[in-house]
C-alpha cells in the first residue's frame, strides 16, 4: 500500500500513477556540486576555445558533462564511453562526409551509424552520435577537429575525476577507466 509520506495516509488510486516512478530529487549539496562542476567545465572549455581561437564547446559536450558529473556510475559517463564514443562517432562523421556529403540525409544516416559504432566497441555514449552529425554538417577540419575533442573529452573526464575528490560521495569516477 503506498502512503504519502507527510502524512503517512494512504494514497488514492487516481492519484498514484500521476506521481510516477521517477526518482526522488538529489539532496541540494549534491545539486549544487553537479550543477556548479558542470558549469566550471563548460566554461573552461570556452576559456580554452578562446585561447587557441576555436570553439571547443560543442553541444555534445554539454551533454556529457551532464553525464559525467549528475550520474558518474552509469556505463555512459565511464571515460572509455566518453573519449571513446566521441572519437569513433567523429571518425564515423567523416567517414559519412568523404562518401556522402554534407546533406541532413547523410547527417542522420551519420548519427545512426555513430550509435552502432559505439554499441560494437562497447563505448556507448548517446552524446556523442550527435558528434557524428555535427561533422557532416559543418565539415570542419579533420586533424583540428579530432584534435581538439580529444583534448576537451579528456578535460571533461578529468573534471569528472576532481569533482568527485573534492566531495566526498559514495561513488568515485570514474566506475573504470577502460
Avoid: N
Avoid at 1 to 25: E, H, I, K, N, Y
Avoid at 108 to 121: E, F, H, K, P, S
Wanted: proline share 11%.
Amino acid at each position: 500500500m503506498s502512503t504519502d509520506q507527510a502524512t503517512r495516509r494512504p494514497r488514492p488510486a487516481l492519484v498514484r500513477p500521476l506521481l510516477g516512478r521517477a526518482p526522488a530529487p538529489p539532496a541540494p549539496s549534491a545539486l549544487l556540486h553537479a550543477t556548479g562542476a558542470s558549469i566550471s567545465i563548460l566554461l573552461l572549455l570556452v576559456t580554452a576555445g578562446a585561447v587557441l581561437h576555436e570553439p571547443i564547446l560543442i553541444p555534445p559536450l554539454a551533454a556529457t558533462a551532464a553525464l559525467v558529473h549528475s550520474a558518474p556510475t552509469l556505463p555512459l559517463a565511464q571515460p572509455r564511453s566518453v573519449i571513446g564514443g566521441h572519437l569513433l562517432s567523429a571518425l564515423t562523421g567523416l567517414l559519412v562526409q568523404a562518401g556522402l556529403g554534407h546533406s541532413p540525409w547523410a547527417a542522420a544516416l551519420a548519427g545512426g551509424l555513430a550509435l552502432g559504432v559505439m554499441m560494437i566497441t562497447r563505448t556507448p555514449h548517446s552524446p556523442a552520435a550527435a558528434t557524428a552529425v555535427i561533422i557532416v554538417l559543418q565539415s570542419p577540419p579533420p586533424v583540428r577537429f579530432l584534435t581538439l575533442l580529444c583534448l576537451a573529452t579528456v578535460m571533461v573526464v578529468v573534471s569528472g575525476v576532481v569533482a568527485t575528490r573534492t566531495k566526498r560521495t559514495a561513488h568515485r569516477y570514474p566506475a573504470y577507466w577502460w
